[in-house]
């Protein structure tokens, strides 16, 4: 969620002061106002999606981001109303309430430095689309109603986020950039549309028209994973190829923890041939869990949840993919999934 330019300029003046940062990046600090513990990806990770999100949309960060952790009873205070999380247009600060991380507020943020306003459904939508994978939904609301009124649903936001998958793939980033840096973030309907029809040299109708089309996938496969898919891939041997991650805390890819104290981490690997793979967790009377996603879109995505002990055969498609860890705080660090082609 972002903020109004007027609302937040208010809020400055009365909130708390912004905490004192506990770690200082070259781009990024982070600071908190609770005692829940930081993993030491959540400022490192944070950090570099932003550096790498400003540099793939054709500019350099030139500020330094504010995140701060912030208590759930503090979030009207911060962000002027009930939300997970907020980010200031006026100042480049970014709030979050239910965990560690929010790579949703930080997009805000380096969009809003890189002068990229936009109307709120697009504004929402490269948030949505440059998000971390904590939370994926499926349902949506019907284009038209998003586009003529207001974000504030989580199926809202699944709408805005695909519609802009949609038209980054139907065009490219860099027209996306331009339509939102000749657009701002009050635009109505008729407002936007004439502008739209210039930019990407198509009337929003047909776009939207051509948007029934794009497959209807869950937000985590429409996604980029931006850091995920840039990971170097994990070697084979032979026909066999085993994922292991440690997944500590005080690790410099290790996101989290969350409000249910989840941490994550990530590692990558490629299927250079089309066909049937097994994929195998392996079992423990302990709690984890896998998540296997392509580095694609809704047009060709896989995403497979697992828990200890799964073991299913899929047909994978060559190309990019990678498997996300995840634990509870106490639960064991080491884990890992083996892959074999069949």
């Known amino acids: 969620m972002s903020?109004?330019?007027l609302l937040g300029?208010?809020?400055?003046?009365?909130?708390?002061?912004?905490?004192?940062?506990?770690?200082?990046?070259?781009?990024?600090h982070y600071g908190t106002t609770t005692d829940a513990p930081v993993c030491r990806?959540?400022?490192?990770?944070?950090?570099r999606h932003a550096v790498e999100l400003a540099r793939m949309m054709g500019f350099e960060l030139?500020?330094?981001?504010?995140?701060?952790?912030?208590?759930?009873?503090?979030?009207?205070?911060?962000?002027?109303?009930?939300?997970?999380g907020c980010a200031w247009d006026e100042e480049p600060y970014a709030f979050m309430a239910e965990s560690s991380y929010n790579f949703h507020e930080?997009?805000?943020?380096?969009?809003?430095?890189?002068g990229l306003s936009g109307p709120t459904a697009f504004n929402e939508g490269l948030a949505e689309v440059f998000q971390d994978s904590s939370a994926s939904i499926n349902a949506g609301t019907p284009l038209a109603q998003v586009l003529h009124g207001d974000v504030d649903d989580v199926m809202d936001y699944h709408t805005a986020g695909r519609f802009v998958r949609f038209l980054i793939e139907r065009?490219?980033?860099a027209l996306f950039v331009e339509f939102m840096r000749s657009t701002w973030r009050t635009a109505e309907f008729d407002e936007f549309a004439p502008i739209f029809a210039e930019v990407f040299g198509e009337p929003i109708e047909a776009a939207m028209a051509d948007f029934a089309d794009y497959p209807n996938c869950s937000s985590g496969s429409n996604r980029m994973a931006l850091l995920e898919c840039n990971l170097p891939p994990q070697p084979w041997d032979g026909a066999t190829l085993t994922l292991g991650a440690d997944v500590s805390c005080e690790r410099d890819d290790v996101l989290g923890p969350?409000?249910?104290?989840?941490m994550r981490t990530s590692r990558a690997f490629e299927i250079a041939e089309a066909g049937s793979y097994r994929l195998s967790a392996p079992a423990s009377t302990e709690w984890f869990f896998l998540r296997v996603?392509?580095?694609?879109?809704?047009?060709?995505?896989?995403?497979?949840?697992?828990?200890?002990?799964?073991?299913e055969a899929h047909e994978l498609t060559p190309g990019r993919y990678y498997v996300e860890f995840g634990r509870r705080v106490d639960e064991p660090t080491e884990l890992s999934l083996q892959i074999e082609q069949l």
């Open 293 to 311: 996603a392509k580095c694609g879109s809704c047009w060709d995505s896989f995403e497979l949840p697992m828990v200890p002990g799964m073991s």
């Open 62 to 84: 030139p500020d330094i981001i504010r995140f701060t952790r912030i208590k759930s009873r503090q979030i009207r205070k911060y962000c002027g109303r009930r939300a997970r």
């Open 9 to 28: 300029a208010v809020l400055v003046a009365c909130q708390p002061a912004i905490p004192e940062p506990i770690w200082e990046g070259e781009y990024l």
């Open 41 to 47: 990806g959540s400022f490192v990770l944070q950090e």
């Open 3 to 5: 903020r109004p330019s």
């Open 258 to 262: 969350d409000k249910i104290g989840l």
């Open 171 to 173: 065009h490219d980033l």
């Open 106 to 114: 930080i997009t805000h943020v380096v969009a809003n430095l890189g």
